[in-house]
């Protein structure tokens, strides 16, 4: 009876070791949160992009999971914090956050490296053809969209109108796109402002409802010192034809969209998810998730980065000869 015991018992420790075996093994890879953005968003299937990738997955050491956000600052902050070890965020807010010029917010956000150049977004601000609005100046006393609060592109149009100084002399509109478009339809604003790669289908709705025309915010930037303080921007044309009725090219300044990580996370988790990423089979991925992603290239996989890069990207960058 007394052997049975010890037999019965042995046999039970057994039985809860089995258990847990398989448990165990999946909490003995290291969580990694990937912050992107609103579910349905660009940012957000960045994220969930790089989670489902196959050689993603199967890494043995990390696991990467991504996690929806309000966009580019809350992924600053998040990333920052470490609440977050990778994060998708707009040079500009890395830039500004890290020498301490977000507006009204003068902490400076100095834990968020770059990783990778993602794609391009540039500014557009649409008005009606016969408006007589011919920069950005002649908004003042006028019903502008300025995208969702919160959003990148409404921190972008606080930060370009309040070095402009008409940040509090417009009647601010918060709400997203298709809103402001429609709105924008119905009289109910006299312009809106976009941060999005073009053709942007909110002002192809536009300018159906409306002759519409875009102003040369790049002139605006110019003229104001604006690229002389935000080193990030670069000028950008967006071409004659991309809309309805507006038949010219038009200035204008883009942001490059950034990977990011906490410079607290391990160097061979950033090498080893890049080098799976920037492949030709992890390219083709990614475009097939959204085919905004044509624009990651291992050739501008440092494009539009002015601020220090993570050490685990720096050296996959520099074994691709992108650093010398």
Aim: charged share 20%.
């Amino acid at each position: 009876m007394r052997n049975y015991r010890v037999i019965a018992t042995l046999a039970a420790i057994l039985m809860v070791a089995a258990l847990f075996a398989v448990p165990g093994t999946v909490q003995a890879k290291k969580l990694l949160v990937f912050a992107g953005g609103p579910a349905g968003g660009t940012f957000q299937i960045v994220a969930n992009a790089v989670q489902t990738y196959k050689p993603i997955k199967a890494m043995k050491k990390y696991r990467v999971i991504a996690q929806s956000s309000g966009g580019s600052t809350e992924n600053l902050r998040k990333v920052n914090s470490g609440k977050a070890q990778f994060g998708v965020v707009y040079s500009g807010h890395v830039y500004a956050g890290r020498m301490g010029l977000m507006v009204n917010d003068p902490k400076k956000y100095t834990n968020v490296m770059a990783v990778a150049y993602l794609y391009g977004a540039p500014a557009q601000l649409v008005v009606r053809a016969d408006s007589g609005i011919k920069s950005a100046m002649d908004l003042v006393g006028k019903k502008v969209g300025v995208g969702n609060a919160g959003s990148g592109a409404y921190s972008f149009c606080e930060m370009f109108f309040t070095h402009l100084g008409i940040w509090d002399k417009i009647e601010r509109n918060a709400m997203g796109y298709n809103d402001a478009a429609a709105a924008f339809g119905n009289n109910q604003l006299d312009a809106f402002w976009l941060f999005t790669a073009y053709p942007s289908g909110a002002v192809i709705q536009a300018a159906q409802m409306n002759d519409i025309a875009l102003i040369d915010v790049a002139a605006d930037a110019e003229k104001s010192g604006f690229f002389e303080k935000y080193k990030n921007f670069q000028k950008a044309v967006i071409p004659a034809g991309t809309y309805r009725g507006v038949n010219y090219d038009v200035g204008s300044f883009f942001d490059a969209t950034l990977w990011v990580a906490n410079k607290n996370t391990p160097a061979d988790a950033v090498y080893q998810i890049l080098s799976k990423i920037f492949t030709d089979e992890g390219l083709k991925w990614m475009v097939s998730q959204k085919k905004t992603f044509k624009a990651m290239s291992v050739k501008d996989g440092i494009k539009g980065i002015a601020t220090p890069l993570h050490p685990g990207a720096e050296k996959f960058w520099r074994e691709k000869g992108l650093i010398k």
